[in-house]
């Protein structure tokens, strides 16, 4: 108790010292003050990380992943108990489909469909990198496996898909970045 009330006062120390430093810069001052307060939290509180759709949606580089999620009625599953790892294909990953292809999915009427494919990136439980390296394959969500390959140092799904960056931690599970949508064996 002791040092959390010192960690307290040393804040408004500080925030007493950074105001007046930056009286004169309007928006910095509240900036500062902000990250001082985030540091006075208890440790567990502030590096505690959202869900996978939270973790996913503050990166920025999810938002066809975000809005396919959406229409296929998958969000309240990813912001479940979990825990799950997500195989998470970019934007870009996405703008590498056939035009008119993400259109089509994203239509009510192949609401199954795209709850199919997007099922196939989510394993049941967490699968770190190191685990990956070791697997033939993982099966899906979705039901089908995906194949695992390790091919000059990269991890490969299905022989398409590259791993670009791995165990991003969420509170229900892990996502790895991916650079390409993959499909089911029946799509």
Known sequence: MKIYNALIIASFALGACSSEKSASSGMEGTKQESKEMAASRPAAEASTPGD?????????????????????????????????????????????????????LLKPENREKLKTILTYHVVAGEVPASKVTGMDSADTVAGPAIAFAVTDGK?????????????????????????????????
């Open 52 to 104: 996978i759709i939270d973790v996913a949606t503050k990166a920025g580089q999810f938002n066809t992943l975000a809005k396919a999620l959406t229409e296929a009625g998958l969000v309240d599953t990813l912001k479940g108990k979990g825990p799950f790892t997500v195989f998470a294909p970019t934007d870009a990953a996405f703008a590498k489909l056939p035009e008119g292809t993400l259109e089509s």
């Open 155 to 187: 991890v490969m799904l299905n022989e398409s898909a590259t791993v670009v960056k791995t165990d991003i931690a969420a509170s229900n599970g892990l996502i790895h970045v991916i650079d390409q949508v993959i499909l089911p064996p029946s799509e």
